[in-house]
């Protein structure tokens, strides 16, 4: 059995968690590549639902979890989640947590910069989560952020504080916010070291021994493709790279260890915060489809915007991240649409394009093009074999196979845990 990276497909929201919670089973590490506190996963394991920022859906089941350095961590948001879960009946401790020496983190500078930075942006604000994300990946290409391995050595703190402040002094200036000094910084940390440091390790040689041990990892993204800060819908992105092949560099693993790269799709689509969406129904279909799929943000509690499965969307995601398979979520939102809708490519003026043009004032402009197709009566709800599915059900996950490019390995049928249809295992590739 290989080793297994699930990424979004789509904006985000995907369903990922039940997906990484079903095979995180099944898998004997598990492991977050980039992102931070901006991701959000829910779980429901029994009657215990579970809420996932920063920590690997690993942790329901008790397996490795590793917070890899291409994850930005929020000290106290982490905190809080360890203290929330625990309080859930989870055991989290060293033997279960591993947090990489080289991750950087995100400090309340950089939540204060979010905000002001959108508040001040009007039309064209990103519509960020406000955790501070973007402002900490641009201090770590910038060279002046602040990594967990420095939180134990207390000249390179000291040094590092004062690089990262040199930058943030006159920015916060600029924007009106209250100046910080290298000493608030330092009482900040001081206050959450302790009690972070026992997770700290080299995380790339916890990886390098389950490798040499034959283990099952599993490499867990966060938000989705068209979030990619190369390949997504940019600027209306976040600010790490979320394609597969971020799992290798943002874990300290080589390339041909991400395994069976698995891509998340919703049934339909949804995004939450601006940017362009060609297939979003701002009519009573988009609040049927929302309503019917609960669709809120977990981490803010946003109303996702809703619309039609965008099949070149998917097809581009695919491509850009070598997707070998997809599991199919949320199908049964779809049930009792007299007919539904799929975007088969997009109109540009006279133009008919067959994927999303990377210039801004086109992603806005595309129109889409779609083809009908029958809905079903029958419901999929908690179906779990492929034989319980209406036949008009199997046929659009087959016309989405065909459209996308790429195998429906999984579909979901419900929020549960075990209400999953398997057409192929991904450990087995
Ligand atoms: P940031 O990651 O907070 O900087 O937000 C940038 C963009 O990514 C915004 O449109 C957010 O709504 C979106 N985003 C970030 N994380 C997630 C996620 O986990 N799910 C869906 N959208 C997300």
């Given at each position: 059995m290989g080793n297994v990276?699930?990424?979004?497909?789509?904006?985000?929201?995907?369903?990922k968690g039940k997906v990484i919670d079903w095979?995180?089973?099944?898998?004997?590490?598990?492991?977050?590549?980039?992102?931070?506190?901006?991701?959000?996963?829910?779980?429901?394991?029994?009657?215990?639902?579970?809420?996932?920022?920063?920590?690997?859906?690993?942790?329901?089941?008790?397996?490795?979890?590793?917070?890899?350095?291409?994850?930005?961590?929020?000290?106290w948001s982490l905190l809080d989640e360890i203290e929330r879960v625990r309080g859930q009946g989870l055991t989290i401790d060293p033997d279960v947590l591993v947090l990489a020496d080289n991750a950087c983190l995100v400090l309340p500078l950089h939540r204060d910069l979010d905000a002001a930075r959108e508040a001040l942006a009007g039309a064209a604000r990103i519509g960020t989560t406000g955790r501070g994300i973007g402002p900490a990946y641009e201090d770590k290409v910038g060279r002046r952020a602040i990594r967990f391995c420095d939180l134990a050595d207390a000249p390179a703190l000291e040094t590092r504080i004062g690089r990262l402040l040199a930058h943030h002094g006159p920015l916060r200036k600029g924007l009106d916010l209250p100046e910080v000094n290298a000493e608030t910084v330092m009482a900040q940390l001081g206050e959450v070291t302790p009690r972070l440091l026992p997770y700290v390790r080299p995380a790339w040689r916890e990886l390098d021994a389950a490798a040499a041990a034959k283990k099952q990892i599993l490499f867990e993204g966060a938000q989705a493709v068209m979030l990619d800060i190369d390949h997504g819908t940019y600027p209306f992105v976040t600010s790490s790279n979320t394609v597969a092949g971020q799992a290798a560099a943002g874990a300290g693993v080589g390339p041909a260890a991400g395994g069976y790269i698995l891509g998340i799709v919703k049934a339909y689509t949804t995004r939450v915060g601006e940017g362009p969406f060609p297939s979003e129904l701002k009519?009573?279909?988009?609040?049927?489809?929302?309503?019917?799929?609960?669709?809120?943000?977990?981490v803010t509690g946003r109303?996702?915007?809703?619309?039609?499965?965008?099949?070149?969307?998917?097809?581009?995601?695919?491509?850009?991240?070598?997707?070998?398979g997809v599991v199919l979520t949320k199908l049964d939102v779809l049930d009792g649409f007299e007919s539904l809708k799929i975007c088969v490519g997009y109109r540009l003026g006279d133009r008919v394009l067959d994927y999303l043009p990377a210039g801004v004032t086109d992603q806005a402009a595309v129109e889409p093009i779609y083809e009908e197709i029958e809905g079903w009566s029958g419901t999929t709800h908690k179906a779990r074999s492929w034989r319980d599915l209406p036949a008009a059900a199997v046929k659009y996950v087959r016309?989405?196979?065909?459209?996308?490019?790429?195998?429906?390995?999984?579909?979901?049928?419900?929020?549960?845990?075990?209400?999953i249809i398997m057409m192929r295992d991904p450990f087995r590739g």
């Open positions: 990276t699930v990424i979004g497909a789509q904006w985000g929201d995907e369903g095979l995180a089973d099944r898998a004997d590490v598990v492991v977050r590549f980039q992102g931070g506190n901006n991701a959000g996963h829910t779980i429901v394991v029994g009657n215990t639902e579970y809420r996932f920022s920063l920590l690997p859906s690993g942790v329901a089941q008790g397996k490795l979890s590793i917070i890899g350095n291409g994850v930005v961590v929020d000290p009519d009573e279909t988009g609040e049927r489809l929302g309503a019917r799929g609960h669709e809120f943000g977990t109303k996702r915007r809703c619309g039609w499965f965008d099949a070149v969307l998917v097809r581009q995601s695919v491509a850009v991240s070598g997707i070998q016309r989405v196979e065909e459209l996308i490019g790429s195998q429906v390995a999984l579909v979901t049928t419900s929020p549960e845990r075990d209400d």
